[in-house]
Nanobody, 117 residues
């Protein structure tokens, strides 16, 4: 059972950048996929980005070209670099990890991203 700790949220002006981090309690080499969801006020939960243990990445249309997800296996950490932030990016962001062998999903505690206009 993996535990996730995430950080990196904060308050930035439009056009600014943030980097979110999600650190797992065990080697992410054995985790099938990790990524972030967000849920802005009044909107449904949205998958922002994900990365598989093979390196394949996926992005929401709203994030593609501005956000980059990456991983550092030695640090058991996945990063979400967010550039050119917009007010509509404002939301709590929740890291997740899928272990398909055990059919389980773990969640981080969430980190708030707020972008002012």
């Amino acid at each position: 059972q993996v535990q996730l700790v995430e950080s990196g949220g904060g308050l930035v002006q439009a056009g600014g950048s943030l980097r979110l981090s999600c650190t797992a309690s065990k080697s992410i080499f054995r985790i099938d996929a990790m990524g972030w969801y967000r849920q802005a006020p009044g909107k449904q939960r949205e998958l922002v980005a994900r990365i598989t243990n093979g390196g394949t990445t996926n992005y929401a249309d709203s994030a593609r070209g501005r956000f980059t997800i990456s991983r550092d296996n030695a640090k058991n950490t996945v990063y979400l670099q967010m550039n050119s932030l917009k007010p509509e990016d404002t939301a709590p962001y929740y890291c997740y990890a899928d272990e398909t062998t055990w059919a389980t999903r773990a969640w981080g505690q969430g980190t708030q991203v707020t972008v002012s206009s």
